[in-house]
């Protein structure tokens, strides 16, 4: 059956899937209705053909620019340099940010060969270099792994002498975890990024 191991195949492709998985997904497609088949596929595409990156932050749109880049009430003189444009989400859904954002689309990584040329590290600092509005803060929030700290201490660097402020998101304990529970590292994190109460 060369046509479902192809569709297998393809699926591995995807991130997070692996040969199991790709075995039932296609499954799932030959048992699926003929309707629910087509109406997949014609999301995949309608994605493919209507979404675009924001030409301001490089979050994905469906126009030229986002919503949040649009919005007359975001304090413009704040930027959240992310990773990906699905952290954008994750940040909204907490309420607490109404400044832009920038997506990197991706993250420094050496071991990788992907450098600042392959992210979007030169849009950002032209973008904090010609804003209509002084950009006074830049947050970065990228991932706490090697290649976030990479990309966040190569960028804390740039945008100095750039803007008032750059700032880190903080690490630490969860809300109502035990400390006895929390790895070293994650302790150690909240213990330099303390606030003053």
Known sequence: ???????????????????RQAERLASYFLRAAQGEVEEFV?????????????????????????????DPDRDRSIICVVEDPQDIESIEKTGAFS????VLHGAISPME????????????????????????EVILATDPDTEGETTALYLADLLHG?????????YGVP???DIDYIDE????????????M
């Open 113 to 136: 060969g992907r450098g600042a040329e392959q992210v979007k590290v030169k849009e950002l600092l032209q973008r904090v270099q010609n804003a209509p509005v002084p950009v006074r």
């Open 42 to 70: 014609e999301a995949v595409l309608g994605v493919k053909k209507n979404v675009k990156l924001c030409r301001v932050c490089h979050a994905y749109s469906e126009s030229d620019i986002c919503s949040i880049c649009a």
């Open 175 to 177: 809300l109502g975890g």
């Open 185 to 196: 590292m994650t302790l150690g994190y909240s213990l330099k990024g303390r606030t003053k």
């Open 99 to 102: 400044g832009l954002y920038h």
């Open 162 to 170: 750039l803007v008032e402020r750059v700032t880190r998101i903080g």
């Open 1 to 19: 059956m060369k046509a479902l191991e192809r569709l297998e195949h393809a699926l591995r492709r995807m991130p997070g899937v692996g040969p």
